[in-house]
């Protein structure tokens, strides 16, 4: 047993050591734990007296829920040379869902704070409340937590203001940028450690800074290399009635794989924070071209009839996890496209078309009408010319064009699109909108499909 163990934790640390590109999700979790446990037993271990389990365990909390604060930077900063935050796609989740648990427990802390005395001492809890809010030395902590609640809102209930994306990022991060400084300053001045003197405040101080440190590059010092390194747009094209197809060329250098995504700012200076995220439609082959197909949905994408060839577009990336592994030992290759997430999957069939994979591969392609399909030509060069490979059309709506089946890629769909590989051995591509990755992957369940097999991207953070 002993042995089987030891054996695991060796194969944990070679793989990670070996891994050139992406580390996997499960080192990634641990690593982020240890980031936000270390520093809590550090400070575990000074001589603090002792307040009971209550306090440790609101202690244990408080501190490891300001260090998951302080982790939020870094994780939504564009990181790509840190390997721990380079996996953007896994960051934003994370960030979604941390954020949440951070909002959610210090709206709680003053009320955590405040119970036992009021519990305990039976003194009144409306008299404890109105002598913090009156004390100057609870002043900042109070802004911090009116702050973080308003913002937390106005973090999950974005799409209901009436501003655009990027002016919401602005004010999202501008926001709790200011929390974290207040929140520093409210532990530095009541916080239990405070009695090791300055040392301990100082630590506080440079990891807020250092945390802040990286959305200051991400914003202000990484536009001035992607200035030095413009691409240049090549053309514009309309492929379909709210679709349009985007050629850039690259720098010399620039490479990527294929189901990766970058950020492209199409404005004149490369500090205007208007990078929006697109999925590469293209091989590396194709360089120095890179291509994109972009969706009309908003502000942006609806502008893009105003790009002019040969102006300068800036990118940043490439980034995502949704590559084909050289390592890929599976017997066949499922790849599932939802509206405009056919662009990294094309990507990635054009790549198995290249090396010529003799593997089954089905391709199950939705959209709400056929008139919505984009490169039908090309697939049916690929059904025609490569081993083993076949198009799945699905409509939402009910279609004149003969397609395989109507409604939208659910269980059924997916049951009969399957019925001829080999689904336990099988590795799984899928992209679209949010809810059609969460639908997709909880229908995907339903078969003997492990976890690991299943890569995705969803066109939203
Ligand atoms: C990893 C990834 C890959 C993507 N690949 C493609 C692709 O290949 N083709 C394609 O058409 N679309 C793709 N998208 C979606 C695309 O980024 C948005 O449709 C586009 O940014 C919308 O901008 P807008 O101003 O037109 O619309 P808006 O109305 O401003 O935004 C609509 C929604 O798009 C998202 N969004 C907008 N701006 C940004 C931004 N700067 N950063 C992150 N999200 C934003 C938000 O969820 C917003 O609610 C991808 C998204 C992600 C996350």
């Known amino acids: 047993m002993a042995r089987v163990l030891t054996n695991r934790i060796l194969a944990f640390f070679t793989q990670f050591i070996k891994q050139k590109s992406y580390p996997t999700q499960a080192w990634l979790t641990l690593q982020v734990c240890l980031l936000m446990l270390i520093p809590y037993v550090f400070l575990a271990l000074l001589p603090m007296d002792n307040k009971g389990l209550y306090v440790e365990i609101v202690s244990f909390f408080n501190l490891v829920m300001m260090l998951s604060m302080l982790l939020q930077f870094p994780l939504a900063a564009r990181l790509k040379r840190t390997k ?4 953007i796609d896994w960051n934003m989740q994370q960030h979604k869902r941390m954020g949440k648990w ?3 427990f210090f709206f709680l802390h003053p009320l955590l704070i405040l119970l036992p005395k009021w519990l305990l001492s039976g003194a009144d ?3 404890s409340i109105i002598e913090s809010i009156t004390s100057p030395r609870l002043l900042t902590g109070i802004i911090a937590w009116v702050l973080l609640a308003v913002w937390v809102l106005f973090s999950i209930y974005k799409n209901k203001f009436p501003i655009s994306y990027a002016k919401w990022k602005l004010l999202h991060t501008a926001g709790f940028m200011v929390v974290l400084i207040l929140a520093t300053w409210h532990i530095t001045q009541v916080g239990s450690h405070g009695q090791f003197g300055q040392y301990i405040n100082l ?3 440079l990891a807020c800074f250092l945390s802040l440190a990286f959305t200051v590059y991400g914003n202000a ?3 001035s290399r992607l200035s030095k390194q413009a691409f240049t747009l090549v053309s514009r094209e309309k492929v379909s ?3 349009w197809l985007i050629t850039i060329k690259a720098k010399p250098g620039f490479t990527f794989q294929a189901g990766q995504f970058v950020w492209l700012s199409t404005q004149k200076s490369a500090y205007d924070l208007d990078y929006h995220p697109f999925s590469i439609a293209s091989t590396p082959r194709s360089l120095p071209n890179l291509s994109f197909v972009i969706r009309e949905l908003g502000d942006y994408t609806r502008s893009l009839e105003q790009l002019t060839p040969g102006q300068t577009v800036f990118v940043d990336g490439p980034y995502g996890n949704m590559t084909l592994s050289s390592n890929d030992t599976n017997n066949a290759i499922i790849l599932i496209a939802n509206g405009v997430g056919i662009a990294p999957i094309i990507g990635l ?4 078309a290249e090396t010529n994979d003799p593997r089954p591969i089905r391709l199950i392609y939705g959209n709400r009408n056929y008139s919505q399909m984009l490169f039908t030509e090309e697939l049916v060069h690929f059904e025609n010319t490569m081993k083993n490979f076949k198009t799945h059309y699905v409509c939402y709506l009910p279609s004149t064009f003969p397609v395989y089946y109507q409604g939208f890629i659910d269980r059924d769909c997916l049951r009969n699109a399957l019925q001829d590989v080999p689904i336990e051995t099988s590795s799984v591509y899928l992209c679209g909108s949010e809810v059609a990755v969460k639908n997709i992957r909880k229908d995907l369940k339903h078969f003997p499909i492990a976890a690991r097999n ?3 991207e969803q066109l939203s953070f």
């Open 454 to 456: 299943i890569y995705f």
């Open 203 to 205: 630590v506080w101080w």
């Open 125 to 127: 809890l409306s008299l």
């Open 349 to 352: 069939l054009r790549t198995l």
């Open 221 to 223: 010092l990484k536009p």
């Open 84 to 87: 721990l935050f380079s996996r």
């Open 102 to 104: 951070i909002g959610a």
């Open 241 to 243: 009635f709210n679709d």
